[in-house]
């Protein structure tokens, strides 16, 4: 590992030229913009390309554009840029270009507090864009984790083909602390697979190897059809309800096929918890604290901490709804992921928020006066 004192942003730029990324469009917003000017910086020294587009929608519809023609691409923004992305999501997501989205959120709705740290953006990061497709979103909480999560996301992007959402909060894309970043060799760079069949035999959308087709570079020989329409193996448009019914349930397949690759976790002091917090990004490292205050008085506490949102890892919630008294989530919103949590517990333990929506982060001393009040059964459930 490599130490070395690093902003959140700037770890975010690093992951992603040593991932290969080779194309940025983007549109400045704070509090994402720092990522936008690395890449303005480092793309032309390692001959990629940069373009500062007139909005969010045109800069992440010329990254799937360059993702077509063979180039590893990525846009940055915050929150009122990411719902201007939405439609292209959904694009993206349906004719299964590969792209990072990194969406750094700050507090809203509408223009909302530009430089305060919201985790506001969870849910329309998955239910963004209309219709039913499957989304990955990740969630670093720390400088370290941002550059691991920023290589991370172009690997499953290129290996699933689809678009990867990073999703961290303000405090973690401002914040500057010492970081061993992993090296590049452990975490392993994904090349999207080529096609090696003759033209005439390529489907863009078949079935290939963990339900991915290989994807050709647009001017390399093989011709096929890129439309937001429903469509068959070759990318034509079709109304065949067998054949849409296919296409959807391979889009779906294809992710929950590779859960065992995609959902990522951490926990900690699980094994005895009674009250186990749920608590991603800047939150979780407030949760720690937490626990480790929580432990010391006596209240066996614990942390789970996804770093993979969705898809949710709903499967291991459940295991810890069965042996926890309670589950606390905390987080920088109204209630988000809280009521993910309660779905997934089904009944077998009740679950609590603990929520702070102003601006401002959750501290610590929050947190644990939340776990004392469901402790002491003086919490009201899912609020």
């Not at 469009?25 to 910086?41: D, L, Q």
């Not at 694009?91 to 985790?119: K, N, W």
């Amino acid at each position: 590992m490599t130490a070395t004192l690093l902003q959140g942003n700037q770890a975010c730029v690093r992951g992603a030229i040593d991932a290969g990324c080779r194309f940025f469009a983007g549109y400045p917003i704070t509090p994402s913009s720092e990522i936008m000017e690395g890449m303005a910086t480092m793309l032309p020294r390692v001959g990629g390309v940069f373009i500062q587009m007139e909005d969010e929608m045109a800069s992440l519809a010329a990254v799937m554009g360059a993702s077509l023609a063979g180039r590893k691409g990525m846009t940055a923004t915050s929150g009122p840029g990411f719902s201007l992305m939405q439609e292209h999501i959904g694009y993206g997501a349906f004719a299964e270009i590969p792209c990072v989205i990194v969406d750094v959120m700050r507090g809203g709705p509408s223009t909302g507090l530009p430089t305060s740290p919201s985790q506001g953006d969870v849910m329309q990061a998955r239910w963004g864009t209309h219709g039913d497709h499957p989304i990955i979103v990740l969630a670093p909480a720390s400088v370290a984790e941002v550059y691991e999560l920023t290589v991370r996301a172009f690997n499953l992007s290129e290996r699933y083909r689809t678009p990867v959402i990073l999703l961290y909060d303000e405090v973690i894309g401002h914040v500057r602390e010492r970081a061993e970043l992993p090296s590049l060799e452990s975490l392993g760079v994904v090349e999207r697979p080529q096609p090696n069949c003759p033209t005439e035999a390529y489907r863009p959308y078949g079935d290939g190897a963990q339900r991915v087709a290989p994807l050709a570079d647009f001017g390399s020989g093989y011709r096929y059809h890129v439309t937001g329409l429903a469509h068959d193996e070759r990318g034509y448009p079709t109304q065949d309800p067998r054949v849409i019914a296919r296409l959807h349930e391979r889009l779906h397949a294809k992710l929950q096929d590779g859960r065992a690759e995609i959902v990522s976790y951490e926990g900690e002091e699980l094994d005895d918890a009674e009250v186990v917090i749920v608590a991603y990004g800047v939150s979780a490292r407030a949760a720690r604290r937490a626990v480790s205050e929580a432990r010391r008085q006596g209240l066996r506490a614990g942390l789970f901490r996804p770093r993979t949102l969705w898809p949710f890892p709903d499967a291991e919630v459940n295991v810890l709804a069965r042996s926890a008294r309670a589950l606390v989530v905390a987080e920088m919103n109204m209630g988000q992921i809280v009521y993910e949590v309660e779905r997934c517990a089904r009944g077998q333990a009740p679950v609590f928020g603990c929520l702070r929506a102003d601006g401002q982060p959750l501290t610590p001393d929050e947190i644990l006066a939340r776990l004392v009040e469901v402790r002491a059964g003086e919490a009201e459930v899912s609020r």
